[in-house]
């Protein structure tokens, strides 16, 4: 069974541009989660996606964050435009329940300049 | 605020030096902690869920335990492939799945 797939793994572009971040979860999950850790901080969460809908944004910092999960698949993160404090790793997670266990991707390494 | 904390920040064994790592937690209605292991470059791999007070989980050398205030992950006997960040997180409140991480001890064993 595939675990779940980001990309790209990393990504470095100026301040100011625009960058798309692709998540495929576990086959078979309906829920979906972004994670970010910014550099020396915790891993924190941004949003979570039940199917297609977005079922908790609480943790997204501000509107130049833009998630889709188009058809219940897989999902998007669009950062525009990207600012130097957007820098860090961006992390996507699947399960299948609610209180099931989140399995983690590997990651995407954003840098802006 | 929900609240992770992890202790120690860093730990060094020597290969087979059993010892523990906490985690304690400030939360408002437990619904579920989890352990994860990370490895440099990766993502973190889920290890354990403990959902109630009492409860303990065990897989290979780890062993992980659950209080109302804190969880322990006991390391016996660990070896240099045990060598990893070990994070934990808590999924808390009436409703929602976010997971709340700390900030997690990073384990070094020598051989």
């Known amino acids: 069974e595939a675990g779940v797939t980001q990309f790209p793994s990393h990504s470095v572009i100026e301040k100011g541009q625009t960058v798309t971040l692709r998540c495929d979860p576990i086959?078979?999950?309906?829920?979906l989660y972004w994670y970010r850790r910014v550099m020396g901080k915790e891993i924190k969460f941004l949003l979570h996606?039940?199917?297609?809908?977005?079922?908790?944004e609480s943790g997204m910092p501000n509107n130049r964050f833009l998630a889709e999960r188009t058809g219940g698949t897989y999902s998007t993160l669009k950062v525009q435009p990207a600012e130097l404090e957007d820098s860090g790793v961006y992390f996507c997670?699947?399960?299948?329940?609610?209180?099931?266990?989140?399995?983690f991707g590997d990651g995407t390494r954003l840098s802006i300049l | 605020e929900d609240q992770v904390t992890q202790s120690p920040e860093a730990l060094r064994l020597q290969e087979g030096e059993s010892s523990s790592l906490n985690c304690s937690y400030t939360?408002?209605?437990?619904?579920?902690l989890f352990w994860y292991r990370q490895d440099p470059g990766k993502g973190p791999e889920f290890l354990f869920t403990?959902?109630?007070a009492g409860e303990e989980k065990e897989k290979e050398r780890l062993k992980a335990t659950l209080t109302k205030k804190e969880s322990f992950l006991h390391i016996t006997a660990p070896k240099p492939e045990d060598s990893a960040t070990y994070l934990c997180?808590?999924?808390?409140?009436?409703?929602?799945?976010?997971?709340?991480f700390g900030a997690g001890t990073i384990l070094r064993v020598k051989s």
């Open positions: 997670a699947s399960s299948q329940g609610d209180y099931t266990a989140q399995h």
């Open positions: 086959s078979g999950h309906d829920n």
């Open positions: 996606f039940v199917k297609e809908s977005k079922q908790d």
């Open positions: 939360v408002s209605g437990l619904r579920g």
């Open positions: 403990l959902y109630s």
């Open positions: 997180a808590v999924q808390a409140g009436l409703y929602g799945n976010k997971l709340v």
